[in-house]
């Protein structure tokens, strides 16, 4: 039986900052938006701030409720993948095939130098040793023969932990587990399994592969191989490179949104941050994908393949717009709204050209945003602006690209 470790840092983002400010250890920490601006959540919590019962993904206006000593630390992204780097490089030491998922966690193929149990156990002990002395955070690890139970176990005790699941005690670990924790079970899928009183991991196997198949189509099929441990797929090699998988930003605004010059607005506020932060990391996107929340809190994503990948502002504004037209008809003001590049390809890749458009006109395009990048990076942000954000300061005064988030790269989106 081959040995696959999952290592979650914990509470990775909170961590890394306590690194720096060693004088708030002992207080409830969360690192969030801008909560005056309306766009601040939780992306991660410390211990002190959990045992508040403070959440990941509520509002900071929320989680202020439950304690009002909270203190709210905006995201550092940058600082966050140089320990990530770092992370990785600990790995490395002992397998080259280490999958990312997320900054915070990745899959160890680790079966070329753990034949025993004893042997897998010893060897995450050490990485988590090694961790938490050379950088100063601790990781949770989960050992099992697949990709899915090792995620479950690393998930299963918290913090700096490790939990061996193997074929003598997964049915006793596993099967008692609550579906929702299964990888891919997302809010919509564990309550359709609710509703015909599937409510355990064990209550999925029970089921079996036909009736899961019957219930939620191929999904389910494939939820019930995950549930019962058959799950075949190996760990593939990605190295720091292969970290990110898509760059965007999102925001919900002071105010809401209710025409379609103000959705353009936005989407030129964030779209230029994640043009930037596109040509920054050498990256050009080949798809476009937006996500639109109304004031109701109801909400959806579009996506679309550009014609050719692009890290030009107006054209990622382009394709939005298209998305946006195409799929929302005013039902309600929009509260917030994002934009994502994603399939992602270096700068400079071989390409098609087209022989019915300006190339030099493209190409003054691509030097003027170069040049825009220079300006703001010596003078600030809101040096150079467009035209069309002198419109509405409520909306436009926004430097989104501090907002701006990279998203690594993940197994895939749950429903």
Wanted: glycine content about 8%.
């Amino acid at each position: 039986m081959g040995w696959i470790a999952h290592s979650d840092a914990n509470a990775f983002y909170a961590s890394v900052e306590l690194l720096f400010r060693p004088m708030l250890r002992d207080k409830p920490i969360v690192v969030g938006g801008d909560e005056e601006a309306r766009h601040g959540i939780v992306l991660t919590k410390n211990q002190i701030a959990k045992k508040f019962g403070i959440k990941t993904g509520v509002a900071l206006v929320e989680a202020r409720r439950h304690c009002p000593d909270l203190v709210s630390l905006p995201p550092n992204y940058p600082l966050y993948l140089k320990y990530a780097k770092m992370i990785r490089e600990i790995y490395a030491d002992y397998t080259d095939k280490q999958e990312a998922f997320g900054l915070d966690e990745s899959w160890l193929d680790i079966s070329h130098i753990a034949k025993t149990s004893r042997d897998a156990t010893h060897i995450a002990d050490e990485i988590r040793a090694r961790i938490n002395k050379e950088l100063g955070i601790t990781v949770s690890i989960g050992l099992s023969w697949n990709k899915i139970y090792a995620k479950l176990g690393s998930d299963y005790k918290k913090p700096d932990a490790l939990t061996l699941i193997d074929k003598e005690n997964y049915k006793e670990i596993v099967y008692p587990l609550p579906a929702s924790d299964l990888l891919y079970v997302g809010p919509a899928t564990a309550e359709k399994l609710d509703r015909r009183y599937i409510k355990t991991i064990g209550d999925i196997v029970n089921a079996g592969q036909d009736s899961m198949k019957r219930m939620l189509g191929k999904v389910g099929e494939m939820i019930w191989v995950f549930a019962s441990g058959n799950d075949p797929t190996p760990v593939e090699n990605i190295g720091a490179e292969g970290m990110i998988k898509s760059i965007g930003n999102s925001s919900t605004f002071p105010r809401d949104l209710i025409d379609t010059d103000d959705v353009k607005m936005a989407f030129y506020v964030l779209s230029e941050s994640v043009a930037a932060r596109l040509r920054e990391n050498g990256f050009e996107a080949g798809t476009v994908q937006i996500s639109l929340r109304a004031n109701d809190l109801t909400s959806f994503e579009r996506q679309m393949k550009l014609r050719r990948p692009t890290f030009i502002t107006g054209e990622l504004v382009d394709a939005a717009m298209q998305l946006f037209g195409r799929n929302y008809y005013w039902q309600r003001p929009l509260r917030s709204i994002g934009i994502r590049g994603t399939s992602l390809r270096p700068i400079g890749s071989a390409e098609q050209l087209s022989l019915f458009e300006d190339e030099e006109k493209r190409d003054r395009q691509i030097r003027m945003e170069y040049a825009i990048d220079y300006i703001r990076a010596r003078y600030g942000y809101f040096s150079v602006q467009r035209g069309l954000m002198v419109g509405d300061k409520n909306l436009t005064s926004l430097d989104a690209k501090k907002d701006n988030v990279i998203h690594p790269i993940g197994y895939q989106f749950v429903s």
